[in-house]
């Protein structure tokens, strides 16, 4: 079975800190995709981006980061010089196509990001 | 472009009743799943249709079951509501299946809470 584990329950920092959150998952199977939501008090999951298996570029987007690597079945999440307004949960997930979306996604049980002015 | 729009935002049910909500899809989205959010379960898969047929269907009893229209819209129905089914129901949508290369668009949910 597939697994997402976010073991940092709750991060807080100060403003303009860079803050990192990992993801580790499990799965079988070689070609899977890896998501990673944002949560904001409102409850809607705003998407962030994907990554597919064969795709171990790290990919940048403004003040965020993201480093894929296989060896060690991460996915981890950098936000560079933190806002305020990057307080939320995030999630991470995992999809494996293999089953026929079986499982839907399978989210990790998120990281509370609280981000101190 | 809209995106997901789930209603009601906030419904309070006595246990027994039932309950439907409903979930409109980004246009041109063809896939509909469904999720369960709880403080002690987390995130869970309820079910997906695509194309007015469920395609996948979590591990959740037969009194939780939806259906998909023509237009893809979606509700979610749920019979003899127990105090657990209190939780954000958080509707996703994609233009393909899960099982494809797709990414999935939440709605901001309903809150359901069961007395």
């Known amino acids: 079975a597939q697994k997402v584990t976010q073991a940092q329950t709750e991060i807080s920092v100060v403003e303009k800190e860079d803050v990192t959150l990992d993801c580790v998952y499990e799965t079988r199977d070689t070609t899977y995709y890896l998501f990673w939501y944002k949560q904001p008090p409102s409850g809607e999951l705003v998407f962030l981006i994907r990554?597919?298996?064969?795709?171990?570029q790290n990919e940048i987007s403004g003040r965020y980061s993201w480093n894929f690597q296989k060896s060690t079945s991460s996915f981890n999440f950098t936000i560079t010089a933190s806002q305020v307004v990057d307080s939320a949960v995030y999630f991470c997930?995992?999809?494996?196509?293999?089953?026929?979306?079986?499982?839907?996604?399978?989210f990790g049980k998120g990281t509370h990001l609280i981000i101190q002015p | 472009k809209a995106g997901v729009t789930q209603t009601p935002r906030y419904l309070i049910k006595t246990r027994g009743q039932q309950v439907t909500l409903s979930c409109s899809p980004i246009s041109g989205h063809r896939s509909v799943s469904w999720y369960q959010q709880t403080p002690g379960q987390g995130l869970q898969f309820l079910f997906e249709y695509f194309s007015e047929t469920q395609r996948n269907k979590g591990n959740f009893p037969g009194r939780f079951s939806g259906r998909q229209f023509s237009n893809s819209r979606s509700e979610m129905n749920v019979s003899t509501l127990e105090l657990g089914d209190s939780a954000l129901y958080l509707c996703?949508?994609?233009?393909?299946?899960?099982?494809?290369?797709?990414?999935?668009?939440f709605g901001q949910g309903t809150r359901l809470t069961v007395v």
């Open positions: 996703a949508s994609s233009l393909e299946t899960l099982s494809a290369n797709t990414e999935a668009f």
């Open positions: 990554r597919n298996s064969f795709d171990e």
């Open positions: 997930a995992l999809s494996d196509p293999s089953r026929g979306g079986a499982d839907g996604l399978t």
